[in-house]
């Protein structure tokens, strides 16, 4: 519980764990000789992302053209756009920022391909791509057998400039979800390397191979030619990372504090935090994580979220817990993305006083 009571429910950020994060990451990335482009969809925060930056990164992820916007109204002059544009109203306004800054956008399709070259030899126009690989989450991502002649085709179109290929895997063995992420990384790695080693001898100038989520990233980059690793988690932490075993639950740097409005049974307590402030995404109790509740109720381990309307959450606890109307409560969220995605603004917390910060590029759906 902060010795300061706060509004709630509010989404809190330790400061001195962020940083230790985030140096932590750039360090794995230094000792592996591997660029790190960290994915800021996880804080959505420009002064973060500066942050990143000024401790090693050499650009940011992104998955929108807003929150490109978002990021370069800011100063981050390299983004990686991670997601496949396909209708010409996002490719122009990437192409209106590709003028200022570097700017790499994502193809997975040859109609994808070819609508990115059409529009940008209209704007007379360069675009850098980087081909997404399926490597086992059947998300977006050229099915792996098929890259390598995607690959070919997407080189020889005009106004692109085909520099790498890249994967979003997560922490996958095979095609299952594994809690073995340092084999989960190599093979990841080692896919990504030996595909950019078949298309060189294709004939594509294959500069870069960019993996690794947070799980896998400091593995991946173990692994002989990956060049980029691109983790985004690891810069708060959450309760799924812990699973994983990505980093120690005392290093979950974002939590949300709640406030006790009833407890209408001696081993039922409620909150003020429902869906509207937890994400819901990572369910309990699915393999391989296994997670009991939808948080980590901090200072009380053996309370368990159980459930959430929008405006409630409802904790089960000892019936001799001494949890009472009015307290308030800290919980790490089983997953901190699509949590933060939910608030418009943040507490930075330091040396015991907090300071808002904007999330400035959350909601940016388009």
Same mark, same amino acid.
């Given at each position: 519980?902060?010795?300061?009571?706060?509004?709630?429910?509010?989404?809190?950020?330790?400061?001195?764990?962020?940083?230790?994060?985030?140096?932590?990451?750039?360090?794995?990335?230094?000792?592996? /000789? =591997? +660029? &790190?482009?960290?994915?800021?969809?996880? %804080?959505?925060?420009?002064?973060?992302?500066?942050?990143? @930056?000024?401790?090693?990164?050499?650009?940011?992820?992104?998955?929108?053209?807003?929150?490109?916007?978002?990021?370069?109204?800011?100063?981050?002059?390299?983004?990686?756009?991670?997601?496949?544009?396909?209708?010409?109203?996002?490719?122009?306004?990437?192409?209106?920022?590709?003028?200022?800054?570097?700017?790499?956008?994502?193809?997975?399709?040859?109609?994808?391909?070819?609508?990115?070259?059409?529009?940008?030899?209209?704007?007379?126009?360069?675009? /850098? =791509? +980087? &081909?997404?690989?399926?490597?086992?989450? %059947?998300?977006?991502?050229?099915?792996?057998?098929?890259? @390598?002649?995607?690959?070919?085709?997407?080189?020889?179109?005009?106004?692109?400039?085909?520099?790498?290929?890249?994967?979003?895997?997560?922490?996958?063995?095979?095609?299952?979800?594994?809690?073995?992420?340092?084999?989960?990384?190599?093979?990841?790695?080692?896919?990504?390397?030996?595909?950019?080693?078949?298309?060189?001898?294709?004939?594509?100038?294959?500069?870069?191979?960019?993996?690794?989520?947070?799980?896998?990233?400091?593995?991946?980059?173990?692994?002989?030619?990956?060049?980029?690793?691109?983790?985004?988690?690891?810069?708060?932490?959450?309760?799924?990372?812990?699973?994983?075993?990505?980093?120690?639950?005392?290093?979950?740097?974002?939590?949300?504090?709640?406030?006790?409005?009833?407890?209408?049974?001696?081993?039922?307590?409620?909150?003020?935090?429902?869906?509207?402030?937890?994400?819901?995404?990572?369910?309990?109790?699915?393999?391989?994580?296994?997670?009991?509740?939808?948080?980590?109720?901090?200072?009380?381990?053996?309370?368990?979220?159980?459930?959430?309307?929008?405006?409630?959450?409802?904790?089960?606890?000892?019936?001799?817990?001494?949890?009472?109307?009015?307290?308030?409560?800290?919980?790490?969220?089983?997953?901190?993305?699509?949590?933060?995605?939910?608030?418009?603004?943040?507490?930075?917390?330091?040396?015991?006083?907090?300071?808002?910060?904007?999330?400035?590029?959350?909601?940016?759906?388009?």
């Amino acid at each position: 519980m902060e010795a300061l009571l706060l509004e709630t429910p509010c989404l809190v950020i330790d400061s001195d764990k962020m940083i230790k994060n985030i140096r932590r990451m750039a360090d794995v990335a230094s000792r592996n /000789n =591997v +660029r &790190l482009r960290p994915h800021v969809k996880t %804080h959505k925060v420009p002064r973060i992302a500066q942050l990143q @930056l000024a401790n090693g990164a050499v650009g940011i992820t992104v998955a929108k053209v807003s929150e490109a916007e978002v990021m370069y109204a800011e100063g981050i002059r390299d983004i990686f756009i991670a997601y496949p544009l396909v209708v010409e109203s996002k490719i122009t306004r990437a192409l209106n920022l590709a003028k200022h800054m570097d700017l790499t956008l994502a193809v997975d399709s040859l109609i994808g391909a070819r609508q990115l070259s059409e529009v940008a030899k209209r704007h007379n126009q360069t675009l /850098n =791509v +980087r &081909l997404e690989v399926d490597t086992g989450l %059947h998300r977006t991502g050229v099915k792996y057998d098929e890259a @390598l002649e995607l690959a070919i085709a997407v080189s020889q179109l005009d106004r692109l400039n085909l520099t790498g290929i890249y994967t979003y895997r997560g922490a996958l063995l095979g095609e299952s979800p594994t809690l073995d992420t340092r084999a989960a990384g190599f093979e990841e790695g080692r896919l990504m390397s030996d595909l950019a080693r078949r298309m060189r001898l294709a004939g594509i100038d294959i500069a870069d191979v960019s993996v690794g989520s947070t799980p896998t990233g400091a593995y991946a980059a173990e692994i002989d030619g990956v060049t980029e690793i691109r983790p985004g988690t690891y810069v708060f932490g959450d309760r799924m990372q812990v699973a994983l075993g990505s980093l120690c639950l005392d290093d979950c740097a974002a939590y949300i504090v709640t406030t006790v409005v009833s407890r209408p049974s001696d081993d039922l307590v409620i909150i003020d935090g429902g869906s509207k402030t937890f994400a819901t995404d990572v369910q309990p109790g699915v393999s391989p994580l296994n997670l009991k509740g939808f948080g980590e109720v901090l200072s009380h381990g053996e309370a368990v979220f159980e459930r959430m309307t929008e405006e409630h959450g409802m904790i089960r606890v000892p019936r001799d817990c001494s949890i009472s109307i009015g307290d308030q409560i800290s919980i790490i969220p089983n997953h901190i993305c699509s949590t933060v995605n939910l608030h418009n603004s943040a507490l930075l917390k330091k040396n015991g006083e907090f300071e808002r910060l904007e999330i400035a590029a959350r909601g940016k759906l388009e």
